[in-house]
């Protein structure tokens, strides 16, 4: 009896020996599979606009373009220069909506065609200002508002009406102005300050973040589509290829498509409209905000001109091609 109690005991003690090492090493497996799972989660990161908040940071942004236009046997070449030095500062958060601040420092632009040659900046005087020149340097200084999510939706601009109104009233207290019309005033200056273009570029500025959490190597894609001038979509495909102390390096393609519509008859209508851009975007981790950005645009468009009297009563193809090349960096 002695024995059988002995060897029960023994295997009692063996089972539950043998339970607690087989439980020591499922919690120990367990620890390796949370431990691999947290190093590769640890790889993983959701970039999303975070600025600091107080903080201004200045951006220089230079364009160069070339635009040709041919119809029929007559073609032009118009060639554009333009440098912007401007600031944004994140002044407030709510939640997940940031407010920003913008403010106009200096501007220079040169535009020359066989129609037109124009050369401004705010950087130099010149004797006989014109009226942009004079526009120019009445923006300088001035600010106006932006909120944006962080996920770079929603971007609202606030203000731009009533600076607008406040420029046109200096500037017609001015003695070169004095007897313009408003009106012409005011078309003047939309010619070269437009609200919804402005807009359309500072949301380019924000239209980098992925809805999901990345590594180097991932990619992901944005998509937009644009109503003005001309119905299209446009498609952005990034990369994410490095990462380099706090910068992230990140590699953009993008085609545009034409979105084809009715048109009334007899007023000119595109025929065709093709896009692409390629470039690197350096953006900064922690903040979210683009440090630098180097694009290349190419864009065709072709318009049919039905027959007029301004035509000589023939159907015209106007082809125009855009080279646009941007670079946006951090100073």
Same mark, same amino acid.
């Given at each position: ?18 339970? *607690? ?10 620890? *390796? ?108 200084? *001035? ?189």
């Amino acid at each position: 009896m002695k024995r059988v109690f002995y060897f029960l005991s023994l295997l009692l003690i063996f089972s539950c020996e043998s339970k *607690k090492i087989a439980e020591e090493k499922k919690q120990e497996m367990t620890r *390796k599979q949370a431990v691999s799972v947290n190093q590769v989660d640890s790889n993983r990161f959701l970039l999303v606009l975070n600025p600091e908040i107080g903080k201004e940071y200045v951006f220089v942004s230079k364009m160069n373009q070339k635009i040709l236009q041919k119809i029929d046997t007559l073609s032009t070449e118009t060639n554009v220069d333009q440098t912007i030095f401007y600031s944004l500062k994140s002044i407030h958060k709510d939640s997940n909506l940031y407010r920003f601040r913008v403010k106009f420092m200096d501007i220079e632009q040169n535009i020359t065609s066989p129609m037109i040659s124009i050369r401004t900046s705010t950087r130099k005087k010149t004797q006989e200002p014109t009226p942009l020149d004079v526009f120019y340097n009445t923006l300088k200084g *001035k600010t106006f508002d932006f909120t944006i999510g962080k996920y770079g939706e929603n971007l609202n601009l606030i203000g731009v009406d009533s600076l607008l109104g406040n420029i046109i009233e200096e500037m017609m207290n001015k003695k070169e102005f004095k007897g313009v019309d408003r009106s012409l005033l005011k078309q003047l200056i939309g010619n070269f300050f437009n609200q919804k273009e402005l807009q359309k570029s500072f949301e380019k500025l924000f239209e980098i973040y992925p809805n999901k959490r990345i590594e180097i190597g991932d990619s992901w894609k944005i998509e937009k589509h644009l109503s003005e001038p001309v119905p299209a979509n446009i498609v952005n495909n990034f990369n994410l290829k490095s990462l380099r102390g706090d910068s992230l390096f990140i590699d953009l393609s993008s085609d545009v498509k034409f979105e084809k519509t009715k048109s009334k008859e007899n007023e000119p209508q595109v025929k065709e409209l093709v896009g692409r851009q390629s470039g690197e975007l350096i953006v900064s981790k922690v903040s979210g905000m683009l440090l630098n950005g180097r694009l290349n645009q190419q864009i065709k468009m072709v318009h049919q001109i039905p027959p007029s009297m301004q035509t000589n009563n023939k159907a015209l193809t106007l082809v125009t091609n855009i080279n646009s090349n941007f670079i946006l960096s951090l100073k």
